[in-house]
């Protein structure tokens, strides 16, 4: 008898908008899932009260623990702050602000980092062969059946992601695993954060410490076209590029753009044929 496949599903950071993106998650990576492997759902959460955050527009927004919408199978919450500790995060911060913003949303990405590790922590004793990483406040339009399909049937460990707003680097929104070392690769990146910045010389930048991190491991990766946009506590919705026409010019600019970086580094990363 052929044994069953498993696919661990890691939901991480915060919960700000399930009521809006619950359905989506259910209907577009839950249920794909389930028909095709044995799904264990693994959750980390922070337990925030409100959001203040200029650069979403979020402001004094009251969010709630919504992680409850979903079937989840292993929880786990903290406060937020704490992890900070866990991590070089004052040498982080002297490479520089990325994004401007007083390092608010530097602090933000530690902390959705630090959640990411902790829930693939968790989900490792499930033995999965293929692990999804999604974030809660995306709303899925497109099934995952056939990003879930191509990993089941990878004869390697594999890396697939959006090819969409790369940001010249791997587009970190959600990502699709097959082996053990592609999850860790994913979900620990974290570890590697301080040394991205001494070694490209440079601020921490979210896109390309994932590419960074897949690199490091020579890793393959795929890129599929499954869209995936944010929405706010207060049910807006983030502005996107998914246009299709721009896809090839879009996977040109991941495999020139980070190619150039990572050569400075002494680093490769195996593309696959795109989906």
Same mark, same amino acid.
């Given at each position: 008898?052929?044994?069953?496949?498993?696919?661990?599903?890691?939901?991480?950071?915060?919960?700000?908008?399930?009521?809006?993106?619950?359905?989506?998650?259910?209907?577009?990576?839950?249920?794909?899932?389930?028909?095709?492997?044995?799904?264990?759902?693994? =959750?980390?959460?922070?337990?925030?009260?409100?959001?203040?955050?200029?650069?979403?527009?979020?402001?004094?927004?009251?969010?709630?623990?919504?992680?409850?919408?979903?079937?989840?199978?292993?929880?786990? @919450?903290?406060?937020?702050?704490?992890?900070?500790? @866990?991590?070089?995060?004052?040498?982080?911060?002297?490479?520089?602000?990325?994004?401007?913003?007083?390092?608010?949303?530097?602090?933000?990405?530690?902390?959705?980092?630090?959640?990411?590790?902790?829930?693939?922590?968790?989900?490792?004793?499930?033995?999965?062969? *293929?692990?999804?990483?999604?974030?809660?406040?995306?709303?899925?339009?497109? %099934?995952?059946?056939?990003?879930? +399909?191509?990993?089941?049937?990878?004869?390697?460990?594999?890396?697939?992601?959006?090819?969409?707003?790369?940001?010249?680097?791997?587009?970190?929104?959600?990502?699709? @695993?097959?082996? @053990?070392?592609?999850?860790?690769?994913?979900? %620990?990146? *974290?570890?590697?954060?301080?040394?991205?910045?001494?070694?490209?010389?440079?601020?921490?930048?979210?896109? +390309?410490?994932?590419?960074?991190?897949?690199?490091?491991?020579?890793?393959?990766?795929?890129?599929?076209?499954?869209?995936?946009?944010?929405?706010?506590?207060?049910?807006?919705?983030?502005?996107?590029?998914?246009?299709?026409?721009?896809?090839?010019?879009?996977?040109?600019?991941?495999?020139?753009?980070? +190619?150039?970086?990572?050569?400075?580094?002494?680093? =490769?990363?195996?593309?696959?044929?795109? +989906?």
């Amino acid at each position: 008898m052929t044994k069953r496949r498993k696919i661990a599903i890691c939901f991480y950071g915060i919960t700000r908008s399930l009521g809006f993106t619950a359905d989506s998650i259910l209907g577009n990576i839950i249920a794909p899932a389930r028909d095709l492997a044995e799904v264990k759902i693994f =959750g980390h959460f922070y337990r925030m009260r409100r959001i203040d955050n200029p650069r979403s527009g979020e402001m004094g927004v009251a969010v709630g623990e919504e992680y409850h919408l979903l079937p989840i199978d292993g929880l786990e @919450t903290e406060e937020p702050g704490a992890c900070l500790s @866990t991590y070089p995060f004052r040498e982080i911060r002297e490479w520089g602000d990325w994004w401007g913003d007083d390092y608010r949303s530097l602090t933000n990405l530690i902390h959705q980092l630090h959640s990411l590790k902790m829930v693939h922590e968790a989900s490792r004793a499930f033995g999965a062969d *293929v692990t999804i990483f999604a974030r809660p406040d995306l709303l899925y339009y497109d %099934t995952l059946h056939p990003a879930l +399909q191509r990993a089941l049937n990878a004869d390697a460990d594999l890396v697939q992601v959006p090819r969409w707003q790369p940001f010249g680097g791997l587009n970190d929104r959600f990502a699709v @695993t097959s082996g @053990t070392v592609a999850a860790e690769a994913v979900a %620990t990146r *974290v570890d590697l954060a301080l040394g991205y910045c001494k070694e490209r010389r440079a601020p921490l930048h979210s896109e +390309q410490l994932l590419a960074y991190a897949v690199a490091a491991r020579n890793l393959p990766v795929g890129l599929h076209s499954l869209r995936a946009g944010r929405v706010r506590a207060n049910g807006a919705r983030a502005k996107e590029i998914f246009d299709h026409r721009l896809r090839g010019r879009i996977a040109g600019n991941v495999r020139f753009h980070l +190619q150039r970086g990572l050569d400075a580094m002494g680093l =490769g990363l195996k593309m696959k044929r795109d +989906q």
